[in-house]
Every structure is written in C-alpha cells, then in structure tokens.
C-alpha cells in the first residue's frame, strides 16, 4: 500500500487558511463559532 497523504503547506493554507474562511459567509461564520468556543487556533 502507498502512502497518501503528502502535506504540503502552501495547499493547505490555499484551501483552509484564514484568508480563503474570511471570503465566504459559511467561512466567517466557523470563525466566529470556533473564536466563540475558545479556540486556540481559529484556522489550520
């Protein structure tokens, strides 16, 4: 079996960073929630 998850930093922050939740209102909105839960990191 081969290995499948190859990270890579640039293509997570593409996909799940800060910048591309802001953009959308579903985005925003799990900001908001995971800010309101104390989290201490709001985005990957």
């Not at 499948?4 to 959308?24: A, I, N």
Request: glycine share 10%; aromatic share 4%.
């Amino acid at each position: 079996m081969s290995t499948t998850y190859q990270p890579k930093k640039r293509k997570r922050q593409k996909t799940h960073g800060f910048l591309v939740r802001s953009k959308t209102k579903g985005g925003r909105r799990t900001i908001n929630r995971r800010r309101k839960n104390g989290r201490k990191r709001i985005t990957p």
